[in-house]
């Protein structure tokens, strides 16, 4: 038997309603495989309550028989059936007294109460019928046989009863002190209409034998029909209390005399020509302009009437008019006209972007299926690659090329989900994310939008904005993207979104999934220099105030400028370099001293300082000097290995901030040269009687990784044999014990790397000659590459005899 005292509604607003938003799940109420086949269920007895489908409610039991009940079906995660009581007097219930129809419900939290008592919360699942009782203990079970509600047959009709059914409810809940105003906010915000009607048929104040009559008419529209008759009853008994009240109080109190100047206040307004029925005929006036589905006007109706129904005295007012306004603002099917001219695309991605071919051809393959098809799905385009190297601008070109608006979103550093999926309306200052805020701004619902540094989103202690992401960036999902803020669905399908990263490591599995990578290397030599002579000149000149004629930089001197006074993927410093000599000669004019235009090769270095070392022969040039090849998340980069021996017996030391898989590659490099000393020419006394250091430069930069086990082996033989490497080579490649060179990644950008460094010749892998054969064979026309399977054969290539 279940104590269940009378339901006091100001208890079930104030804790199991909160309960309800912190701890339901909603994942726990779908049925399982197991609650599927599941035919008899324990049955718990209630007394002057009647369960709902979808509702929540808390249930007290005294009884050792309910209370076990309910903890032995919340470990199981099982449903239980909940009956009501035909007699609320009888203590100790039988099968006849208790009604046939209940409803399956699940137990979201129990709380053990200070008298022994036990509250669990509850959400009702599916209305039930009982078959027949098999058990009644150590509890109640029985055989059921699960309902189904009947669907309205006129859904305008039902609809409106809805309406009719909300509207008196809060009438009653105005009239009635005893219902808490948590009643009315948990009504307004209800947005479906099923759980609306049970919620009202549980909690309105009806005798137990009515509630059970609606719980067993199974069309949904008769039980709201007779739901409407009960609470037309009801609510004329308590307009006959208060007018009674109303008749014997003389006096005015204070909300009385405010609820009258409001409403003088609201007539003055309207004589004015201002006030509520002025917004809202605004609003009315700016949605007859806007095109949107039928769905979408029936929420903007049933919005515009909230609006009316509120004080314009109420923060509610002024909530709901912001929101109405993003509402009217956004463009829903107002689309941008597709320019489906792809020889004109072509050409003005040519003009403002040098290379990026495979980009280029990926934007003109999308115009043309576009352009064939007139219906399809945008791609979710990722450019990824080193900074400097056009990635944002591409998406302002892209833009250009289609004819479609264009906007930024910086998604560098963001750590908060609502910036993406917006803050629910009834939030002071909410606002709805930058998507739909991007959208409202170009006025279409097709831009082009560039997701900056999605590599850079955070993870903060109000979710994960990649997360939120997913639905954004997945074209069978974004049709109807659910903003918190704006409550309804919105096809974000039509959208071009192209996400840029400098590196995919930071970006989560299932977001990759759903894009489209597309890598950028950095640019070559020639590259640089047809990029600075298109773009870069043109643009200083017009931020320093110069003319053609009093600046001027040859190919040879911007060669110089890149492989003197840069060191980069991109061109960003370049750009700042070419600045800096620009600002030169704006001095120079300003000064009015004698120049020469056309800036000399000595010049450049007289402006930019003591120019980079060409050549890395000089460094290299030692015994146990190797230069490795490194990735890194703005490209590649080229680093140098150096061993030493020292006296000493046998010891291994390694420095530059080493991680420890590079560690281990050095061990491994040492432990391999130990057991194959006769075959590289090392003597076994040698080995035994001398120390050897690693080190790598730059140590306050971590490093780890495989990919320099060749390069640290290389070094430590050279310095046993006390030979030079040759120059101008590099390697990059894992080892293993038994000898073989295994393949490593970023062969792209570490060759561009060594290309930049002046390196003519390089060792690599066997395995990562498929790599090699991806790149454009400009790129490596001045590379000798070398695939090996060996270290013997690297021992052989690299140290000179």
């Known amino acids: 038997m279940t104590e269940f005292e009378d339901i006091n509604f100001e208890e079930m607003m104030g804790d199991s309603f909160s309960i309800v938003a912190?701890?339901?799940?909603?994942?726990?109420?779908?049925?399982?495989?197991e609650n599927k086949d599941q035919k008899v269920f324990p049955i718990l007895p209630v007394r002057n309550m009647v369960m709902f489908p979808k509702v929540v409610i808390p249930i007290t039991a005294g009884r050792e028989m309910s209370i076990k009940l309910l903890e032995e079906a919340q470990r199981k995660n099982e449903f239980i059936g909940i009956l009501s009581q035909n007699n609320s007097q009888v203590d100790n219930p039988t099968f006849s007294d208790m009604y046939q129809?209940?409803?399956?419900?699940?137990?979201?939290?129990?709380i053990k109460l200070p008298d022994g008592n036990t509250t669990a919360i509850t959400k009702g699942f599916q209305r039930f019928k009982v078959k027949g009782f098999t058990a009644s203990t150590p509890f109640f079970k029985a055989e059921i046989t699960k309902l189904k509600d009947v669907a309205p047959k006129q859904p305008e009709e039902y609809d409106a009863l809805l309406e009719n059914i909300k509207d008196l409810a809060l009438k009653i809940i105005q009239l009635d002190p005893n219902i808490p105003n948590a009643a009315n906010f948990a009504i307004n915000n209800m947005s479906d209409n099923e759980d609306l009607l049970n919620f009202i048929?549980?909690?309105?104040?009806?005798?137990?034998a009515d509630k059970q009559k609606l719980l067993e008419e199974k069309s949904l529209t008769l039980r709201a029909e007779k739901l409407y008759q009960l609470m037309h009853d009801d609510f004329r008994k308590l307009e006959l209390r208060n007018q009674i009240h109303l008749k014997t109080n003389k006096e005015l109190d204070k909300s009385q005399r405010e609820y009258f100047l409001n409403q003088q206040m609201r007539t003055i307004q309207e004589e004015l020509g201002g006030g509520p029925e002025s917004d809202v005929n605004e609003l009315l006036e700016k949605a007859k302009k806007i095109k949107w589905n039928e769905e979408v006007d029936a929420h903007f109706k049933k919005e515009i009437n909230r609006l009316q129904r509120q004080n314009p005295n109420s923060p509610d007012y002024n909530?709901?008019?912001?929101?109405?306004?993003f509402f009217t603002d956004l463009p829903w099917e107002t689309y941008s006209k597709d320019i489906f001219d792809i020889k004109k695309a072509e050409r003005v991605l040519d003009k403002a972007h040098f290379g990026l071919e495979d980009i280029k051809k990926r934007i003109l393959e999308h115009m043309a299926v576009?352009?064939?098809?007139?219906?399809?799905?945008?791609?979710?385009?990722?450019?990824?690659?080193?900074?400097?190297?056009g990635k944002t601008s591409l998406?302002?070109?892209?833009?250009?090329?289609l004819g479609r608006k264009y906007v930024r979103v910086s998604l560098g550093g963001l750590h908060d989900e609502s910036e993406i999926r917006g803050h629910r309306k009834t939030y002071i200052g909410a606002m709805a994310g930058r998507i739909l805020q991007s959208i409202k701004k170009t006025g279409t619902s097709n831009p082009v939008i560039v997701l900056d540094e999605i590599d850079k989103i955070g993870q903060g202690v109000h979710g994960d904005p990649s997360s939120a992401l997913l639905e954004v960036l997945d074209p069978e999902q974004n049709n109807s993207f659910y903003d918190n803020f704006l409550e309804l669905g919105y096809d974000l399908s039509k959208v071009l979104f192209i996400a840029t990263a400098n590196s995919l490591s930071t970006i989560q599995r299932p977001l990759l999934d759903r894009m489209e990578i597309i890598e950028i290397a950095g640019y070559t030599l020639e590259e640089k220099v047809e990029i600075a002579k298109r773009h870069l000149i043109k643009k200083q000149m017009e931020e320093n105030g110069l003319d053609p004629k009093s600046f001027k930089l040859g190919?040879?001197?911007l060669k110089h400028i890149i492989e003197a006074h840069t060191s980069e993927s991109g061109v960003r410093g370049l750009e700042k370099q070419i600045a800096s000599v620009a600002r030169w000669v704006a001095l120079q004019t300003a000064m009015e001293s004698q120049y020469d235009p056309k800036i000399s090769i000595d010049k450049v270095d007289e402006i930019l300082g003591v120019p980079r070392p060409k050549s890395i022969s000089e460094i290299t040039g030692t015994p146990g000097v190797v230069t490795g090849l490194a990735w890194t998340q703005v490209g590649g980069d080229i680093l140098f290995i150096e061993s030493i021996l020292s006296e000493g017996k046998g010891n291994l030391t390694m420095t530059g901030n080493l991680g420890t898989v590079m560690k281990e590659s050095a061990t491994i490099a040492l432990e391999y040269i130990k057991a194959k000393h006769d075959e590289l020419g090392i003597s076994s006394e040698e080995m035994q009687e001398k120390n050897i250091h690693i080190h790598v430069p730059e140590g306050a930069t971590p490093k780890d990784g495989p990919s320099a086990g060749i390069a640290m082996l290389t070094s430590m033989v050279s310095s046993f044999r006390n030979k030079k490497v040759k120059p101008h080579l590099a390697m990059t490649g894992e080892?293993?014990?038994r000898g073989k060179v295994l393949p490593v990644g970023g062969i792209k950008e570490k060759l561009l790397a060594a290309a930049r460094a002046g390196i003519k010749e390089i060792i690599l892998s066997d395995a990562n000659q498929k790599d090699v054969e991806e790149i454009k064979k400009e790129y490596l026309k001045d590379l000798k590459i070398n695939y090996v399977k060996r270290m013997r054969e690297v021992i052989d290539l690299a140290i000179e005899e």
């Open 395 to 401: 998406g302002k070109s892209i833009a250009d090329s």
């Open 201 to 208: 048929c549980t909690n309105a104040n009806f005798p137990t």
């Open 319 to 325: 909530v709901q008019r912001n929101y109405l306004d």
């Open 555 to 557: 190919n040879p001197e």
């Open 735 to 737: 080892i293993t014990l």
């Open 101 to 110: 129809v209940g409803t399956l419900a699940k137990i979201v939290k129990i």
């Open 370 to 389: 576009l352009k064939l098809k007139n219906n399809m799905k945008s791609p979710i385009l990722c450019l990824v690659g080193p900074p400097g190297v």
């Open 22 to 33: 912190e701890e339901i799940n909603l994942n726990d109420f779908v049925e399982t495989p």
